[in-house]
């Protein structure tokens, strides 16, 4: 992957959150202005008084799927994931029946595959930063300093090993990543590329039907890889 100029970190989920702020925004000029060394200040503080545990939980723990998935449901995943989510442009564009689209399109939803929801977008948040930590302590202190800031989805894994993925407005991972410079515990942060965020998805042909799990062949990653970096 080093070709690439690609950095991996493996994290399997075991809650997520997403949490919004507009303290920060000005409505009347249309930007932002966060007080990066306020901010500072603020995330030495829940850390070294140990007030994370205060502040409401933003992650929650993750469903796993229980129904059957086949390479059709797969591809009409595939679908939505790229904006078709009704069922004329999901019968379309796979050349199905539109009582089968209905039927499948019904099913994931009834299980929470399919799910609508709003996000904030192209307001100025034009930088995607991610944040890894394994000290428990400052995992706590840095989600719960992330409530003020403009948009972050908290990942953790079993072991409460942080994944934060932030988005910013331009320049605003150096202000990041000076405040959490403060912390004794070791934080890795890292840009994620235009190209990458949000056009990550795992390729559907890598689902084992039989076994209802991804595989991961060499040779199916780098061509992934490859796609990603097209």
Not at 83 to 106: D, E, P
Not at 129 to 153: F, G, N, Y
Not at 199 to 211: D, H, K, M, R, Y
Request: with cysteine.
């Amino acid at each position: 992957m080093d070709k690439w100029g690609y950095t991996t970190s493996l994290i399997e989920v075991a809650s997520s959150g997403t949490v919004n702020c507009f303290d920060y925004y000005d409505s009347r000029n249309g930007a932002w202005a966060i007080p990066w060394e306020l901010l500072e200040i603020q995330i030495r503080k829940v850390y070294n008084d140990e007030l994370g545990s205060a502040f409401p939980r933003i992650d929650h723990p993750t469903s796993r799927t229980q129904i059957h998935l086949d390479r059709l449901d797969l591809q009409i995943l595939g679908q939505v994931r790229h904006g078709s989510s009704s069922i004329a442009k999901v019968r379309t564009a796979l050349h199905i029946g539109q009582q089968r689209a209905a039927k499948k399109l019904k099913r994931m939803r009834e299980a929470g595959l399919i799910l609508s929801t709003w996000e904030i977008h192209n307001i100025g948040l034009d930088e995607s930063v991610i944040v890894v930590t394994d000290d428990k302590r400052t995992a706590e202190s840095i989600t719960a300093w992330t409530q003020r800031l403009p948009r972050s989805i908290v990942s953790f894994d079993e072991n409460r090993r942080l994944c934060l993925v932030m988005q910013l407005l331009s320049g605003g991972s150096f202000g990041m990543a000076r405040a959490l410079s403060s912390l004794s515990g070791r934080v890795t942060v890292d840009m994620l590329g235009i190209k990458i965020y949000g056009a990550w998805g795992f390729p559907t042909s890598l689902w084992n039907v039989s076994e209802q799990r991804w595989r991961t062949p060499d040779d199916g990653l780098r061509e992934w890889f490859e796609k990603l970096n097209a």
